[in-house]
T-cell receptor, first 115, second 113 residues
Framework: DTGVSQDPRHKITKRGQNVTFRCDPI?????LYWYRQTLGQGPEFLTY????????KSRLLSDRFSAERPKGSFSTLEIQRTEQGDSAMYLC?????????????FGSGTRLTVV | DQQVKQNSPSLSVQEGRISILNCDYT??????FLWYKKYPAEGPTFLIS?????DKNEDGRFTVFLNKSAKHLSLHIVPSQPGDSAVYFC????????????FGTGTRLTIIP
């Protein structure tokens, strides 16, 4: 099974530190998405890529956040100068072109705790 | 501004009975609606969807009903099984091909054996 893989599964960091998460989508999927889920809330859209192009970014993605998908395969999400409010589950999903939201496959997420 | 609302944080249902999960939305631009199921420590899994041109979609034990005039949808699970115990999220998008989903806050369903 080559589902969506996210690494690490858990990350604890001190406030002010930088963190980077990785997402490996399903290999034939050229769309990749990042969502964030905080406690008691549903996932919130952050950004998405079509191949290597970042096509949409949410207002939630402040200047401290940056996402890349350099070769249209895996993606990284970096948070600089982490704050306690960044503590959340970061979810990655992928889909093939043409299926839109119905083709989403989510990974298991990276849980970030900022102390 | 919560555009997709699930007003019941939790629901307990006896095994074999019907589970009904509700969802309301405020954005009239939403045209496609989805239900996702989430187990602890896993990502959400797509369950069933419906477009605004329909009022019902069925897949095995799962049926989604859409009342567009009331901006309300519901997920029916019949019969409920212990493996259905999970958090269920309602989600919406403005049109198929729009890549962004707006999720509700979820309903934790517990099936009592």
């Amino acid at each position: 099974d080559t589902g969506v893989s996210q690494d690490p599964r858990h990350k604890i960091t001190k406030r002010g530190q930088n963190v980077t998460f990785r997402c490996d989508p399903i290999s034939e999927h050229n769309r990749l998405y990042w969502y964030r889920q905080t406690l008691g809330q549903g996932p919130e859209f952050l950004t998405y890529f079509q191949n290597e192009a970042q096509l949409e970014k949410s207002r939630l993605l402040s200047d401290r956040f940056s996402a890349e998908r350099p070769k249209g395969s895996f993606s990284t999400l970096e948070i600089q100068r982490t704050e306690q409010g960044d503590s959340a589950m970061y979810l990655c999903a992928s889909s093939p072109t043409g299926t839109g939201t119905f083709g989403y496959t989510f990974g298991s997420g990276t849980r970030l705790t900022v102390v | 501004d919560q555009q997709v609302k699930q007003n019941s944080p939790s629901l307990s249902v006896q095994e074999g009975r019907i589970s009904i999960l509700n969802c309301d939305y405020t954005n009239s631009m939403f045209d496609y609606f989805l239900w996702y199921k989430k187990y602890p420590a896993e990502g959400p899994t797509f369950l069933i969807s419906i477009s605004s041109i329909k009022d019902k979609n069925e897949d095995g034990r799962f049926t989604v009903f859409l009342n567009k005039s009331a901006k309300h949808l519901s997920l029916h699970i019949v019969p409920s099984q212990p493996g259905d115990s999970a958090v269920y999220f309602c989600a919406a998008s403005a049109w198929v091909g729009n890549e962004k989903l707006t999720f509700g806050t979820g309903t934790r369903l517990t099936i009592i054996p």
